[in-house]
């Protein structure tokens, strides 16, 4: 089992920067990738990024390239969403989620983290 918490959401202006961390603990040691999802109202869970453990390879929604980076640090086992130049459309709870895979499904997800922009 692999625990994921997110923290770092909230309000924030359009044109606004925010950053939220996913902490993982438990057996770590088995994933392969993190990623970051979102959920807005009335709408279906999206991907938003994607980065590797071992070799810090990213990949992300044309919706948030050039906006969004993701990030980790190894050794807090954390990553990291560094949102910049945010907009309404932004606004959703943000999930991070592990893979054991290459391919395929995400294993584990955290509980989520609101992050609102404002018009």
């Known amino acids: 089992q692999v625990q994921l918490v997110e923290s770092g959401g909230g309000l924030v202006q359009a044109g606004g920067s925010l950053s939220v961390s996913c902490a993982a603990s438990?057996?770590?040691?088995?994933?392969?990738?993190m990623a970051w999802f979102r959920q807005a109202p009335g709408k279906e869970r999206e991907f938003v990024a994607r980065i590797t453990w071992s070799s810090g390879f990213t990949r992300y929604a044309d919706s948030v390239k050039g906006r969004f980076t993701i990030s980790k640090d190894n050794a807090k086992n954390t990553v990291y969403l560094q949102m910049n130049s945010l907009k309404p459309e932004d606004t959703a709870v943000y999930y991070c989620?592990?893979?054991?895979?290459?391919?395929?499904?995400?294993?584990?997800w955290g509980q989520g983290t609101q992050v609102t922009v404002s018009s």
């Open positions: 438990g057996r770590t040691f088995s994933s392969y990738a």
């Open positions: 989620a592990s893979r054991r895979g290459t391919v395929g499904d995400y294993d584990f």
